[in-house]
């Protein structure tokens, strides 16, 4: 076999940002890029420099540039988050939702609060057997005002996170709700905590599986849009 080949059979790193946590491989003359959106979201304002953050305007270039990408055919998001803003988190959601890149989630550790949009929002969702998906309503910290115009605002934000979901995932609006407001599993709390086989029994996730089967995903659906 010709060294080109030979070589051309092999994973490769073509490039990578530590800084961002996403790096582009090469396989059987396939690209796929790897994004990951782990800790929690940062949007509008800056936590503590002690937090594990993803930050949204981090995020939203690089995936502006990997659907314009005449070489990437594929994105694989593996997904550890704790949550965070709501807002920014959505945002990112809905650019995945609308890609044409071809598009695998992966959930491993935990998917928490808008982790659950971001999971759904690919074409396919994974999730392995150990990881959590932890679905409760909107909160906000600091100060609140006691006003309706107050509960209005979460009550729309929470339409938009439920929306969401239903049209990306295999779950009804009303089974979604139930889960965020079951009562008894979360201390001083409601919601629920689903683990992989769960989030896949109630049609959150697609799929139980790991790195291996959204990768086998990926180039499947790469390689029969060439066929195509």
Not at 49 to 54: F, P, R
């Amino acid at each position: 076999m010709p060294e080109e080949n030979q070589k051309d059979q092999q994973t490769e790193a073509s490039q990578s940002d530590f800084e961002t946590g996403s790096i582009t491989v090469k396989k059987n003359g396939h690209f796929i890029h790897c994004l990951t959106i782990i800790g929690q979201i940062e949007g509008h304002y800056i936590l503590p420099s002690q937090n594990k953050t993803t930050k949204y305007e981090h995020v939203i270039p690089q995936l502006v540039a990997i659907e314009e990408s005449p070489e990437i055919e594929g994105l694989l998001i593996i997904l550890n988050t704790v949550g965070g803003d709501v807002e920014a988190g959505l945002a990112i959601a809905e650019l995945l939702s609308t890609m044409n890149t071809p598009t695998a989630s992966l959930v491993l550790g935990g998917g928490h609060s808008i982790g659950v949009p971001l999971a759904v929002s690919c074409r396919k969702s994974f999730i392995v057997p150990s990881a959590t998906m932890t679905v409760h309503p909107v909160r906000m910290n600091g100060l609140v005002l006691g006003v309706p115009q107050t509960l209005s605002y979460f009550e729309k934000m929470q339409d938009r996170i439920v929306n969401f979901v239903e049209s990306n995932a295999k779950i009804s609006s009303d089974d979604f709700r139930a889960l965020m407001m079951k009562t008894g599993e979360l201390v001083m709390d409601v919601g629920t905590v689903l683990d992989g086989e769960g989030a896949v029994d109630c049609g959150l996730v697609d799929e139980l599986g790991g790195l291996s089967d959204a990768l086998k995903y990926l180039n499947d659906v790469i390689e029969s849009g060439e066929k195509q």
